[in-house]
């Protein structure tokens, strides 16, 4: 196999909730039975497994899962074409770079359309600079698992978003690969990757000439161009009521996981405050972080603001919404004064995070009863209820777990 190459995949099996994985692409797919975060995850015993132990349910892990160390962080120099400043390719380039995994798993653009994500085996690390950035859409990275193996790689990295790295997780024991290194990244609350283009579409008159977009931790979209030119956007000028109502799948509104909780490490943006965000999670993760020394830069998380009150808006809108976006309108003079206050008096740093993630808690348990609520009882972590308990969201009778 050559170093960066797609095999064939078989089609999917049809299911419910599925964001393609991969699993069901496989030579079992009845496997997804037991790999699936949609059916009934149990994060505490894989937490234990792959870390050591379950995540607590006092201070930040309660939010963010397992954490043995956090950091804002920033590789020195930058990376070109890079979604930040390259992290998430750098732990894996330096794994092949030492022998430690002879390939990485991940994910490229496809060769029609840059924002369209095509899974790959790479296995030399200067090939990983095709990797670097965003893309959106779907595509099914686990099924290059078994390619894998057949290519004679036993040492591997995996590169995921948290439904994967949970199937990832639930299948590894049996894969027969010796060892496994994972590098998550947080939830991107994904579409399509046609309904990315649309949304491109709203934002300017030539998106054929977007090179990057990033939703950023002060409250704004930036935007580069292929001139050269940049444009951020207040998150309040959206035209996100405009979007159609499904916009974001039902997969994607009920994710139980938004930090990656079971990736060795994860690579993100929401409390670098500028910066990107480390959780080191294990012992594999401290060995990936250790390994880059001094490209590096290395301080701790910062935390501003009060997350309550913006949490709240959130869970009322969502519940008004009815299974739409959680949007609600206000006058335009209103947005550019709203534009201005949010980045400087809402939470930021970790507050931002924390609201972030009990967003997608209230988020997920709404989504459910209204879309699958025969789901919630099983689908739904405690972790989870305990995120949203504070903003009254608490199971009834029918909607507690199973023993």
């Known amino acids: 196999m050559t170093a960066s190459q797609t095999p064939q995949f078989r089609d999917p099996a049809p299911r419910g909730l599925c964001t393609d994985c991969g699993v069901s692409r496989m030579a079992d797919p009845s496997a997804c039975g037991k790999a699936c975060q949609f059916i009934k995850p149990d994060y505490p015993t894989h937490e234990a497994c792959i870390h050591g132990r379950p995540a607590k349910d006092t201070g930040d892990e309660q939010f963010f899962g397992v954490s043995r160390a956090m950091y804002r962080a920033a590789l020195t120099p930058a990376r070109d074409g890079a979604q930040w400043t390259g992290l998430t390719t750098r732990f894996a380039e330096r ?13 490229v653009p496809d060769d029609t359309d840059k924002w369209r994500p095509r899974p790959a ?19 099914p990275l686990l099924a290059l698992l078994e390619p894998a193996l057949a290519a004679g790689h036993r040492k591997i990295a995996v590169i995921g978003i948290p439904c994967q790295i949970y199937a990832l997780r639930a299948i590894e024991a049996d894969l027969g690969f010796e060892r496994i290194f994972v590098i998550g990244t947080p939830c991107s609350d994904n579409t399509t990757t046609e309904n990315f283009h649309s949304f491109l579409a709203r934002l300017t008159d030539a998106p054929e000439t977007v090179t990057y977009l990033e939703f950023r931790a002060d409250y704004h979209v930036e935007l580069r161009f292929t001139d050269g030119s940049q444009r951020l956007i207040p998150f309040l000028k959206l035209p996100l009521s405009d979007l159609p109502a499904d916009f974001f799948p039902t997969t994607c ?14 690579v993100g943006y ?66 550019g004064i709203m534009g201005w206050l949010m980045p400087r008096i809402g939470p930021r740093g970790l507050e931002f995070a924390r609201a972030r993630v009990e967003m997608k808690a209230a988020e997920t348990i709404l989504h459910l009863r209204r879309e699958e609520p025969a789901k919630i009882k099983n689908m739904v972590p405690a972790h989870v209820w305990n995120l949203a308990a504070p903003y009254g969201l608490t199971p009834e009778d029918n909607e507690r777990p199973e023993t």
């Open 270 to 335: 929401m409390a670098g405050e500028g910066d990107q965000w480390l959780i080191v999670r294990n012992q594999r993760g401290k060995e990936m972080l250790d390994s880059l020394g001094a490209e590096v830069l290395l301080s701790a998380p910062g935390s501003r603001g009060k997350r309550a009150g913006s949490v709240k808006g959130f869970v009322e809108n969502t519940r008004l919404a009815a299974g739409g976006l959680p949007l609600r309108r206000m006058p335009n003079w209103l947005r």
């Open 95 to 107: 794994l092949l770079e030492t022998g430690a995994v002879d390939a990485v798993l991940t994910m």
């Open 121 to 139: 085996i790479i296995t030399a690390p200067a090939k990983m600079k095709h990797a670097r950035g965003m893309r959106m859409g779907y595509a």
């Open 253 to 266: 509104r009920t994710c139980v996981d938004y930090t990656n909780r079971l990736a060795d490490i994860t």
